[in-house]
């Protein structure tokens, strides 16, 4: 069957890369994808965003299936955009409706589907400019540190951990006047929680689910988890921490209860949930919601999964997920995320990239890279997701360590501690 994947990151590149071993896939094509989806299936340079430009390539190419990556096409309606429009209606899409996606795309909505049906997360109010003297009476007395979230998508920004209250009152105000655009017309103020995180992965039909493999990423930019936040630079599966017994806690008190509240509240959710989840003592919390798959998670966890990926998606578009066995490889992964000199903030683009082929025991996954004349070049913030598959996490992290070093771009940079805390 002729596949389109959405999106051109590091998660796409894991997709691609797992998508073309399947003997149902006969032509994929990726949009807009990057210099390492090149060798799974053919680029499409169409901007994600433009739902008739989509259109045009599904109907052109024939595509029988579609696979959405990142959050803003569906939080903005690509699903159903295909559910509404005649030619388009009978073509399965992984990844939620907009009403699904409204979990990953309001922290307001997912806070109040979370207290509604009694899933563990931080207690926590919602304010906007019209309650801001009570957000600001709120503050004034609120235990420290408090975390505000900005209630929308805001590129990975939107989240201040705050230890002072006339700080956090400044910062309400600032947000709600506009800093993160209109994705902070609603500020979530939450208690913090003190614990360690890691992120749990289904794939549900709207009736049953499978649990993918669980993973832990690593967002500071230093080394020993300092500096400033990142879409992420480097990921585990599996977590050491996450042992059956706690695994057991998710599944009954977090992912049952989401997917049945899901059914309760009349959302036809069809794709990946992503758990975003901190262990507080030995009980786990939801601090948040994703409508796909996460970054640098993907490139850790597809690693492991033995199935044929698109007979997964298959069963899941036709609400067979009931009678499907997720086969998980015991293998340890870890991914070291290579990035582009200054980021987080303003990075270099277009350094030519070296070594791709001197790799001994990992696969490189593309993120922010694109082909010029022959040569792979960098093209984004996060350029390269390096991922080994070992037989212990030590193991892993070694190879994955190593394998990123034999690489080169100017300006290169990657963490070499990533995953040692939990060995």
């Known amino acids: 069957m002729n596949i389109l994947l959405i999106g051109s990151g590091g998660r796409e590149c894991a997709f691609a890369w797992k998508m073309s071993q399947s003997e149902q896939c006969s032509n994929l094509f990726i949009a807009p994808g990057n210099a390492g989806t090149l060798n799974y299936g053919k680029n499409v340079n169409i901007d994600i965003k433009n739902f008739e430009a989509i259109k045009e390539v599904v109907l052109k190419e024939k595509i029988e299936l579609v696979v959405v990556g990142p959050e803003e096409p569906l939080v903005s309606g690509i699903h159903d955009y295909f559910v509404e429009d005649e030619e388009l209606q009978k073509i399965p899409v992984i990844g939620p409706k907009k009403e699904g996606a409204v979990l990953e795309g309001s922290k307001d909505f997912s806070k109040q589907f979370m207290e509604r049906h009694q899933i563990p997360t931080a207690k926590s109010r919602s304010f906007t400019n019209e309650n801001l003297q009570a957000g600001l009476d709120y503050l004034a007395s609120h235990s420290l540190p408090v975390v505000l ?53 289904v794939l549900t039909d709207g009736e049953n689910y499978v649990t993918l493999p669980e993973a832990k990423d690593y967002k500071r930019i230093g080394q020993g988890d300092t500096g400033l936040n990142t879409g992420g630079m480097g990921s585990v599966s599996p977590v050491p921490f996450a042992d059956q017994t706690f695994m057991s806690k998710i599944e009954e008190r977090i992912i049952k209860p989401t997917i049945k509240g899901l059914k309760t509240d009349n959302i036809d959710y069809t794709g990946f949930i992503f758990f975003g989840l901190i262990k507080v003592g030995n009980e786990p919390y939801v601090i948040e919601y994703n409508c796909r798959m996460g970054d640098p998670e993907t490139e850790s966890v597809l690693p492991r999964i033995e199935n044929d990926l698109v007979e997964l998606f298959l069963a899941t578009a036709h609400k067979k997920l009931g009678d499907y066995q997720i086969k998980i490889n015991p293998k340890n992964a870890a991914t070291i995320v290579i990035v582009a000199g200054g980021y987080p903030g303003d990075y270099d683009k277009g350094k030519a990239i070296s070594g791709l082929e001197n790799l001994r025991d990992s696969i490189a996954f593309h993120a922010g890279t694109l082909k010029d004349g022959g040569v792979v070049k960098s093209n984004g913030g996060r350029v390269l997701a390096i991922t080994s598959l070992q037989n212990t996490q030590f193991e892993a992290l070694q190879c994955a360590t190593a394998d990123a070093g034999r690489i080169y771009f100017d300006g290169k940079y990657f963490r070499e501690d990533i995953g040692f805390d939990l060995v």
């Not at 929680?193 to 992120?199: F, M, Q, W």
């Open 149 to 201: 979230k900005a209630d929308g998508l805001a590129a990975g920004k939107g989240v201040l951990i705050i230890d002072n209250h006339q700080e956090a009152q400044d910062e309400l105000k600032l947000m709600l006047d506009g800093k993160f655009g209109n994705a902070g017309s609603t500020v979530v103020v939450e208690e913090f929680l003190t614990g360690i995180e890691l992120s749990v992965f």
